[in-house]
């Protein structure tokens, strides 16, 4: 039967199950930049190693994060496709509109939240332990957890998580030709409108009423739309990745799963070297030079775009000792799986709050907890632009 | 050691409370504060990783 053939993907977006691809690696080894096309079929630098990675994502002056034209969708108003993404935005725009929301993301205020967040992952574990085994990780624990958490921070209606779900992945699926993934990007958008438009008339104690109510007058509809739908998707679909190839990297490892489960205090460097070791965002967004410079002693033309990989970086000598080891015993590395520069994850805080959460809690739970599958037969979702799982079937 | 933090720079990533939270606060905009400006020992070391650990540039060390 004839089937799409599915494009064969750029470099820096290829995984080898929980490892960048085996050529990534070599390019590290090269002196200078790699180089890679990009889905629209630009030529780009390609940077691998750690520093470099810190050099380019760290200068949003000589490396623009709006450089790159949006793919145009029919009907979409020019300039509403970018408007209020704070990844493709650059200073001072990006700063005015990123310290709107860095409040809602204070290590304190995201403290606070804990409690919620154990109780959202004790109901989903409960549903589970009622159930029986086997289930499937993804759709059981690791997506409805920080879906319920975002949901419930920005007020979003859960019941509508099927929808956004199905969205979400569709947007961020490397194999979907780029015209759809933007439509579907501003479907996603007129949701959003919907709910931006409710908390206008009726502004909730949710961060959409928040932004409403304290910056309503700062921020444009359609700022508030790409500000909101940027927050849902980048706050359900990373946490959720890691939190299923996070765990299968732990069962794979049981001696480290039970350091996790068993001593508190190894929880916060574990998330770290997990998040370094899984690197689940491929690259952020492109970066294009704004001048003619030097990165690597490679000449880089002003307009010449660069793609940074970031598990590359992360698997760099220069950043840990033995980097193809997950070591969850390791000192937290300065690792760049948030990114680097003004563009690092503003979520983080939460993320790490939620994972620092979910683990512990589900290997504490479920102490023989194993994958229901043979490890050669999970499914990758390595075409997407966060790489993770597509269902991880376990047992206990 | 003396600790500089430059606020204009911050994008409030809060990595630095989280490496080194003797040293370091968030102020309700999730921008830096110094709560210590000369960390001794523990701290003191607490405050490099947090330095490190940046990923605006807004701290820096001044050896004293």
């Known amino acids: 039967m004839a089937t799409a053939q599915a ?51 760290g200068d949003a002056t000589r490396f623009s994060s709006a450089g790159l034209p949006v793919i145009p969708v029919p009907g979409a108003a020019p300039g509403e496709q970018r408007s209020g993404n704070l990844l493709m935005l650059d200073p001072p725009e990006h700063t005015r509109l990123r310290r709107l929301l860095t409040g809602e993301f204070t290590v304190k205020r995201i403290r606070r939240l804990q409690p919620r967040i154990a109780e959202i992952v004790d109901a989903q574990l409960d549903a589970m332990e009622q159930a029986g085994p086997p289930a499937d990780l993804v759709p059981d624990f690791a997506l409805p957890v920080p879906s319920l958490v975002i949901c419930e921070l920005l007020g979003v209606p ?15 699926d490397l194999t979907r030709p780029l015209e759809e993934r933007g439509q579907v990007a501003m479907e996603s958008r007129a949701y959003m409108g919907e ?31 790409g500000i909101s739908s940027l927050l849902l998707i980048a706050g359900h679909e990373t946490t959720a990745n890691m939190l299923a190839i996070g765990t299968l990297a732990l069962l794979r490892h049981p001696e480290q799963a039970a350091v996790v489960r068993d001593d508190p205090e190894a929880t916060a460097p574990a998330v770290e070297e997990l998040m370094r070791f899984l ?24 307009g010449d775009v660069l793609v940074v990989s970031l598990p590359a970086a992360d698997r760099d000598r220069a950043l840990v000792e033995d980097p193809d080891r997950l070591d969850v015993g390791r000192a937290a590395s300065h690792h760049v799986a948030f990114g680097h520069g003004v563009h690092h994850c503003l979520g983080a805080p939460l993320a790490r709050m939620e994972m620092a959460t979910a683990f512990p809690a589900l290997l504490r739970r479920f102490p023989t907890l194993a994958p229901a599958i043979p490890f050669e037969d999970v499914d990758f979702r390595s075409a997407s632009v966060v790489h993770g799982l597509r269902s991880l079937p376990v047992t206990w | 050691m003396k600790i500089k933090a430059d606020r204009d720079v911050c994008i409030g990533a809060g990595n630095c409370v989280l490496a080194a939270e003797n040293v370091f606060d968030q102020d309700d ?31 820096s060390i001044e050896e004293t």
């Open chain 1, 7 to 57: 494009p064969v993907l750029p470099l820096h977006m290829r995984r080898d199950r929980f490892d960048p691809p085996a050529e990534i690696a070599a390019i590290r080894e090269q002196p200078g930049l790699g180089r890679v096309t990009t889905p629209i079929g630009r030529p780009a630098w390609l940077v691998t190693r750690y520093e470099d990675a810190r050099e380019v994502l």
């Open chain 1, 158 to 172: 859960y019941a509508d998580r099927a929808e956004f779900h199905s969205r979400a992945a569709k947007q961020l």
């Open chain 1, 195 to 225: 709910l931006v438009d409710r908390a206008f008339a009726e502004p909730g104690d949710d961060m959409l009423g928040m932004l409403v109510r304290e910056h309503g007058d700062d921020l444009t509809r359609t700022e508030l739309i």
């Open chain 1, 279 to 302: 690197s689940v965002v491929h690259t952020g967004v492109p970066r294009v030079a704004t001048a003619d410079t030097e990165v690597a002693g490679q000449a880089v033309g002003a």
């Open chain 2, 29 to 59: 905009d999730a921008i830096v504060v110094v709560l210590e400006e000369s960390p001794q020992d523990e701290d003191a070391e607490s405050a490099r990783n947090a330095v490190g650990s940046c990923p605006s540039g807004a701290l």
